[in-house]
T-cell receptor, first 113, second 109 residues
């Protein structure tokens, strides 16, 4: 693995189903983030984690949950998907110190019907 | 809340210069980032400003004025591959990024 990966690449999901989007980084970054990107709205932060074992809510956390059991993995779970959660989801990581940019994964395109 | 504004679209000719403006009002400030995002791809880092002034990196330069809540990204000697969305992002007092909606730049031959 080089950098940050996400799975699946895309998914079509029935409303009401549970779904976990996976994110893994091999850069030993402390901080990880989940964003959703919608046309005309830009990237919006869903949840973040400054270090393993801690998580925090971003701008649009409702309907989503995260966990950070270790440094490398940061899964995002939709407990009961709704059509408004149709979006492109990006995971990102950074080493958390001032001046360091966030590195983004390739994204997951999720469609909820 | 955070408020970050940038133009929706810009068009320019190959070889020309384009300036993308970004104005912001945020709770706390710990730096401003510019990212490039090609269609269907992830954003990639272009530049970072935390102090006032101009940062130059090859064909791309970024300027910041903290007192005015203003930044711009300057793209020189435009190439067709520069057609992309350019995202302005501000890191707030809690070190979280807030993004503008992005500026789509189209480079014409």
């Amino acid at each position: 693995i080089a950098g940050i990966t996400q799975a699946p690449t895309s998914q079509i999901l029935a409303a009401g189903r549970r779904m976990t989007l996976r994110c893994t980084q091999d850069m030993r970054h402390n901080a990880m983030y989940w964003y959703r990107q919608d046309l005309g709205l830009g990237l919006r932060l869903i949840h973040y984690s400054n270090t393993a074992g801690t998580t925090g809510k971003g701008e649009v956390p409702d309907g989503y949950s995260v966990s950070r059991a270790n440094t490398d993995d940061f899964p995002l779970t939709l407990a009961s998907a709704v059509p408004s959660q149709t979006s492109v989801y990006f995971c990102a990581s950074s080493d958390g110190t001032s001046g360091n940019e966030q590195f983004f994964g390739p994204g997951t395109r999720l469609t909820v019907l | 809340g955070q408020n970050i504004d940038q133009p929706t679209e810009m068009t320019a000719t190959e070889g020309a210069i384009v300036q993308i403006n970004c104005t912001y009002q945020t709770s706390g400030f710990n730096g401003l980032f510019w990212y490039q995002q090609h269609a269907g791809e992830a954003p990639t880092f272009l530049s970072y400003n935390v102090l006032d002034g101009l940062e130059e990196k090859g064909r791309f330069s970024s300027f910041l004025s903290r007192s005015k809540g203003y930044s711009y990204l300057l793209l020189k000697e435009l190439q067709m591959k520069d057609s992309a969305s350019y995202l302005c992002a501000v890191r707030d007092g809690d070190y979280k990024l807030s993004f503008g909606a992005g500026t789509t730049v189209t480079v014409r031959a």
